[in-house]
């Protein structure tokens, strides 16, 4: 009889630990199940950083230094006529206007990035940044705008320099002038040279028979003497 209740007893304590296992299980399953079903941590990151656009605020203050810079160079070479004396002061002029241009349209990059961003920032927050650094380099190009005068700049080259060239052929024709005239009154005075030189050949001409025939007077007048000396001496002897 014992034996027979061991044999029953076995089982149902098996099917009894299953079950209790499976509850055990389930409520496990569960209580992991509700923890996954939480809301999501949504992790994003931003489009653009404050050092990007204070970055880009840095460069464009330094072109605008540079290009006021090399501005107020070619205005002093322009005004007071340095660039004439290069050995081409239209090449050296366009030179140092490519120059400033280059690094004008350097800003205009700058401000057309900031301006892209600042768009994209416009419907979101926490980018006030971006819209103050677009507008401190807007107001940056602005001044640099009423500030060259690079159309100016070049007429007024233009024109000095044709007042340059005017000068030099002018110059060039006075010279040609004064050579002419000294060629001109140097060619009466060389006429007069020459008449006087012909004048005095035929006077010398003339000097010479005279002085011939002085010497055979001379001559005629020792021969004379010497033969009158030979008299006397010859009656002082008898």
């Known amino acids: 009889m014992k034996k027979g209740l061991n044999k029953l007893f076995l089982p149902c304590l098996c099917c009894l630990s299953f079950y209790t296992g499976t509850q055990l299980v389930g409520k496990t399953e569960a209580a992991f199940t509700s923890q996954a079903e939480a809301k999501p941590i949504i992790i994003s990151t931003a489009f653009v950083f404050p050092s990007y656009i204070h ?13 006021l810079k090399e501005h107020a160079g070619l205005e002093t070479f322009v005004k007071n006529g340095l660039l004439n004396g290069t050995a081409d002061p239209s090449s050296e002029f366009l030179r140092k206007k490519e120059q400033i241009t280059a690094s004008l349209d350097e800003l205009h990059r ?3 990035e900031l301006e892209k961003l600042d768009r994209q920032a416009e419907k979101k927050e926490g980018y006030e940044f971006v819209s103050e650094g677009f507008l401190r380099v807007d107001k940056l ?15 007024l080259f233009y024109q000095k320099l044709q007042e340059q060239k005017k000068k030099q ?5 006075i010279k040609t002038n004064e050579l002419e005239t000294d060629e001109k009154i140097e060619m009466p005075i060389r006429e007069q040279e020459n008449q006087v030189i012909e004048h005095k050949e035929p006077a010398e001409e003339q000097a010479n028979p005279a ?3 002085t010497d055979s007077k001379d001559k005629k007048q020792k021969d004379e003497e010497e033969e009158i000396a030979n ?8």
């Open 55 to 67: 970055g880009l605020e840095e460069e464009a203050r330094i072109n605008s230094e540079q290009i």
């Open 110 to 112: 700058i401000r057309a």
């Open 141 to 155: 190009l602005l001044r640099m705008n009423d500030s060259l005068n690079l159309q100016e700049l070049e007429k």
């Open 169 to 173: 052929l002018q110059g060039e024709d």
């Open 211 to 213: 002085e011939e025939q």
């Open 231 to 238: 008299e006397e001496s010859l009656e002082n002897t008898e």
